[in-house]
């Protein structure tokens, strides 16, 4: 059976401890956030944050969508898409699919125009998943100023 998606709107046990889990396998840099960092982010106006839950209830992937509007129109972004391959890896879940398919549909029912992200090349998985959901490799340069 697939995994269930669902918009997170409350902080608990569950979702400090997946963040807890999940963190260190998006990055090596960053430390999970804790119970407060997850609530300021939830009451954070334009930011949607995503839980994938298995067949048990347990948090197996989290996705955050942030809708902003610009001159151009409304737009957004989806960051730090992170699957427990551990505890999804053969099992068929479709866990990646499952949370960017309910960010796409959050985006549009917002009014958005356009989604974008950005994944490592090494992400061979990940990218793959993006073309086959119809995100298309834009030419353009990502810069980061490091605050």
Not at 52 to 81: H, K, N, S
Not at 128 to 145: C, D, I, Q
Request: hydrophobic share 40%.
């Amino acid at each position: 059976m697939p995994v269930s998606v669902d918009e997170a709107h409350e902080v608990g046990l569950d979702l400090v401890s997946a963040f807890g889990r999940l963190t260190p396998q998006l990055s090596s840099s960053s430390p999970p956030p804790d119970a407060d960092e997850l609530a300021s982010i939830l009451a954070t106006p334009g930011t949607t944050l995503f839980v994938a839950r298995d067949d048990d209830g347990v948090i197996v992937g989290t996705l955050t969508l942030v809708t902003f509007r610009i001159p151009t129109g409304m737009r957004a972004w989806i960051e730090d898409v992170v699957v427990d391959e551990d505890a999804v890896r053969g099992k068929g879940l479709r866990t990646g699919e499952a949370l960017t398919r309910a960010a796409l549909a959050k985006a549009g029912e917002v009014g958005c125009k356009t989604v974008d992200l950005t994944s490592r090349p090494s992400r061979e998985g990940a990218n793959a998943l993006y073309r086959k959901l119809g995100f298309e490799l834009r030419e353009t340069n990502v810069y980061r100023y490091d605050l």
